[in-house]
């Protein structure tokens, strides 16, 4: 403002006419100048505001348009009006690219146009396969300048539902080692953004109205993240993707790819959401998931980064697993209390007491001794065995996989010396394979058949991946270590590089329990080797670990894989399933695993679980009974914990033994639901579980109960008890008919005259669970809480019931599929039949359909029982007619239940569901 000033200042009046026609001019003048200056020191402000909130704007000239793209040059204003801009790194010029992927996906993707920067590889070779490119002069785009600023409208609806943010934050802001975008939503509610621990499925959901959340993948004790600013409070994986809730309860989807480490700050206003994209790397890379149903835009988002993989059945069973059993004796020991105690388990797991001195792909003969034989033992008891592996690899100049892996250069690298960078894990002094290297790959796979050969195991699960480091960034093998892990004073292995940033995400510093930043991956090329920093690519470590993992059970072992994380990153869910780490043993903790079961069925992980009765801590009886109840309803049931805690299997309480006893029963009675519904994720995305406001919007009750209680699929609800003492628990019933599914009670019926549902409460012992179906579905059942069933491999020879639930209207649809459980990818391979139902109450009929011709030739897939609950307007029927292509197969009398008014057909027959085309219901077959 001083250099205006002096640029526009009056001429001293000395020197003026003291005439009245000069005093006029002098006035004149006088007002002209400070006019000019007004004007002036606005364009002045105008610009300072312009280059802190967006210094860009666009090039015309530059502006290239096809059917799908448009491309054009982003200029810093620095080019126009000089060094007005503090920082010496800023990129002046930037290419900017707005693309149509399909006619509800949107991307924009702006870089640096001079030089070279990282960006994520797309790892899914079927990113664009689910896709139809859309004419882009029709996906709602519009965009001004200056400065640049866009904004995106439903072509459906009209409705902008995104767009730059206002100058109060910062819209775009390009450096080498600081990039923002800003974006603004007409929004109230936004979900997503992992990994973290969240209290509630609501981000920013609380008194906070600006929060912040980091994404870095980091080996911490998971805190509690409410969003409080600075941030920093992210645990073990790195996931970017985040939906809105828009005003008209529609849901909109949002994905930046950006490996770097990053704070996303949102902050909440009554004009909508405003959220900044804050990352120290790499480049803007945005996918726009148009609005939709929550359901619509997750099979989207999951369509582009990978349709999730499909495990084995049998890990829908129940894991036990235990930090500190220090011999075989004593895993042979559980297995008994299990099978004493009548609680069905199904897979034992192995933490890293197993380990020779704790290094990956050894057993220890001594303390372990026979373990190979004893898997074999469990496997004919039809029990499963599954072994931790950990990130580093014992750095010993004598160990097998060092000296090998040294030979093939296949470790990341010191910037500093320029050799194996060493850090420390589990067996003290470790390295690291470098997953950009192929020859990683080939070190991996040899220690994974190695190990197979001494015990045959059926999954894998890698720990410790985020990677995970004792020291910070490197060990200083010639220093004095504190008791901690860490290298008193500065570590000399680190150079300067990332050491003084203008912006730590989190406020945190990159060396905590990490790989140094500076480390590099080595790729031997012809043309010269290529280097890759660890700065780009930690969170992308457990990623590449986890493909290479799948490949070595599906190229090596030719087997369907099992493979089970910590840590993650968009589009690990194609390789890996996931458990929620390392929990405590507390009620809040407890209810906190819905939230994060909710969290990663957005990211494409849907077989995943916390560890029932928490990891850290012990657990007291009451609250691993009420953690074994909803523990065993999730996708992943696996107890689990410290080696310092008390004993917690569930045994070793006649409270936890009944409940847990039961609830995994009840489980086992819907698990062919439960795998069809996993086996329809995994074949157009998804989710497997979710709130129960996904499926009712506009419901703001069922809103409410969003951290309370969980659907499994679109068709049962889940209602645990989450608070200590309570022998009842409520939940909210949307307007539908509602079945209790294991007494066949109608507990809601449907009210055509109210869009309202009911609040229910309930009797919640510890011999049950509550689990309701919602009418309109079709549930295949089995009866497990009858008898006693240890293992779910005996489901197969159990008899099915088809569950009828009818809604409001009295129809009702479903399906179950068989597929060859030892298949590597029977969706792939067709190998698979899907056997569908439609029910109608009004015609007295069911139509049978089937895809795919592959069966299993066991009891389960034949005609057994038929149930139709709420089937009071079909009392009077007698016989239930099945019919398929040679004509009727069979008639099946009809028992009509007063008191739940159920209607049952029972026939234990070898009639194939597959081969029926319709069943009628009525008072004679003839």
């Known amino acids: 403002f001083f250099f205006f000033f002096l640029m526009i200042r009056r001429p001293p009046r000395s020197t003026l006419d003291r005439s009245s026609a000069a005093s006029d001019v002098y006035k004149r003048q006088g007002n002209n100048m400070l006019l000019r200056f007004f004007l002036l020191a606005t364009l002045s402000l105008a610009l300072c505001s312009l280059v802190a909130y967006n210094p860009y704007y666009i090039d015309p000239e530059t502006i290239r348009t096809t059917d799908y793209t448009i491309t054009m040059i982003l ?53 664009r396969k689910y896709y139809k490119q859309h004419l882009i002069k029709d996906m709602g785009l519009t965009y001004t300048s200056p400065p640049y600023k866009f904004e995106l409208a439903d072509p459906r609806t009209k409705q902008v539902f995104v767009a730059t943010t206002d100058t109060t934050d910062t819209t775009l802001y390009l450096s080498d080692k600081l990039i923002e975008y800003g974006l603004w939503f007409p929004g109230d509610a936004i979900f997503g953004l992992g990994e973290r621990v969240n209290p509630s499925f609501e981000l920013c959901d609380g008194p906070y109205r600006d929060c912040t959340y980091t ?72 996918y726009f998931f148009y609005p939709g149903a929550a359901e619509e835009v997750i099979k989207s988002y999951h369509s582009f980064i990978g349709r999730p993989y499909l495990p084995p059945m049998w890990t829908l069973g129940f894991h036990q697993c235990r930090w500190g059993w220090k011999t075989l004796d004593k895993v042979k020991s559980v297995v008994k209390e299990f099978g004493k105690a009548d609680i069905p388990l199904d897979v034992v ?52 996989y060092y000296k090998k892996g040294e030979e093939m250069n296949a470790f990341v690298r010191s910037a500093y010396t320029k050799k194996t960078l060493i850090g420390k894990v589990w067996p003290g002094y470790a390295v690291y394979p470098a997953w950009m290297n192929v020859n990683a790959s080939i070190l991996w796979y040899m220690g994974l058949q190695n190990l197979y ?126 458990w929620l780490g390392d929990n405590h043993s507390t009620w809040e903790d407890m209810q906190y695993s819905i939230i994060g079961m909710f969290n990663y ?28 109840q909803l523990g065993a309803f999730s996708p992943f049931s696996r107890n689990h914990n410290v ?60 809103y409410e109960y969003r951290n309370k209680v969980f659907m499994i699929g679109p068709a049962v609800l889940v209602v645990p008890v989450l608070e200590p003492g309570a022998m009842k628990v409520t939940t909210y019933l949307p307007n539908q008919n509602w079945f209790n599914l294991f007494t066949d009670v109608q507990v809601h019926r449907y009210n055509p005259s109210t869009k309202d549902g009911i609040e229910l409460t309930m009797n919640a012992g510890f011999d049950y669970v509550n689990v309701l179906v919602k009418g309109g579905h079709i549930v295949p059942f089995q009866e497990a809480l009858k008898g006693s069933i240890k293992r779910m491999m005996a489901l197969n020879h159990l ?89 009727k197969l069979a008639e099946v009398p009809a028992t009509y239940s007063p008191a739940n008014k159920r209607l049952f057909f029972r026939q234990n027959s070898s009639i194939y569901w597959g081969s029926i085309e319709n069943i009628t219901f009525v008072d004679n077959c003839n």
């Open 601 to 628: 069925q957005l990211f494409g992980i849907p077989l995943v679980g916390a560890d029932i009765c928490g990891f850290i801590f012990n657990t007291t009886e009451e609250l691993c009974a009420r953690w074994m």
């Open 643 to 702: 080696n310092n805690a008390k004993d917690q299997e569930p045994y070793n309480w006649p409270l936890v033994a009944k409940a847990g006893r039961n609830a995994l029963r009840q489980k086992y009675s819907i698990l062919r639901y439960y795998y069809t519904k996993l086996f329809e994720v995994s074949l157009h995305g998804g989710t497997l579980v979710k709130p129960l406001f996904f499926d009712y919007p506009e419901d703001d009750k069922a």
């Open 349 to 400: 797991w192995a933490d890293i007491d197993y380990m020779q001195d704790f290094k990956d792909f050894t057993v220890n003969n001594v303390t372990y001794k026979g373990l190979g034989e004893y898997v074999d033992q469990l496997h004919t008891m039809g029990m499963r065995w599954v072994p931790i592996i950990d990130a580093g690899l014992k750095y010993e100049l004598n160990d097998i």
């Open 215 to 286: 994404s870095f993948n980091k080996d911490i004790d998971m805190p509690v993240d409410r969003g409080h600013p600075p941030g920093g409070k992210q645990s073990y994986g790195h996931q970017s993707f985040y939906m809105v809730r828009l005003k008209n309860k529609q849901f909109v989807g949002v994905f930046f790819l950006n490996s770097n480490a990053q704070d996303t700050i949102i902050k909440r206003r009554s004009t909508g959401i405003n959220v900044n994209h804050k990352t120290i790397g790499g480049i803007v890379d945005i």
């Open 75 to 127: 200029k810093h204003v620095r080019l126009s009006f000089g060094s007005v801009i503090l920082a010496n790194d800023d990129i002046l010029k930037a290419s900017l690219l707005f693309e149509s992927l399909d006619e509800r996906v949107f991307r924009i993707k702006i870089t640096d146009s001079q030089a070279e920067r990282w960006e994520v590889p797309i790892y899914n070779p079927d990113a």
């Open 799 to 887: 008899p099915l019931d088809v569950v009828v639930a009818p809604d409001g209207k009295g129809e009702a649809k479903g399906n179950m599929i068989f597929d060859r459980e030892e298949a590597i990818d029977p969706i792939a391979t067709k190998e698979y039949s899907d056997i569908r139902f439609e029910f109608s109450m009004e015609a007295k009929k069911m139509a049978v359909s089937t895809t795919g011709a592959y069966r299993l030739n066991m009891k389960i897939e034949n005609f057994n029982t038929l149930t139709i609950l709420g089937g009071a307007a079909m009392s009077k029927v007698k016989f239930a007619c099945i019919y398929g292509k040679s004509g």
């Open 453 to 578: 050969d001494q015990v045959k195991y059926d999954g894998i699960w890698i720990d410790m991946n985020e990677a995970s480091n004792f020291c910070h960034g490197e060990c200083g093998l010639d220093n004095t270590e504190g008791t901690d892990g860490t290298v008193h004073g500065a570590d000399p292995h680190d150079p300067k590089e990332f050491d003084n940033l203008r912006y730590y995400p989190g406020d945190a510093s990159l060396l905590t329990k990490a790989i140094s930043p500076s480390g590099y991956h080595v790729v031997t090329d012809p043309y010269g080797d290529k280097f890759y920093k660890e700065f780009n690519l930690h969170s992308l470590w457990a990623l590449h670990q986890a493909n290479v993992t799948s490949r070595f059970f599906t190229n090596v072992q030719k087997r369907r894989p099992f493979i089970m994380t910590r840590a993650n990153f968009a589009g690990i869910g194609m390789f890996s399933s996931k």
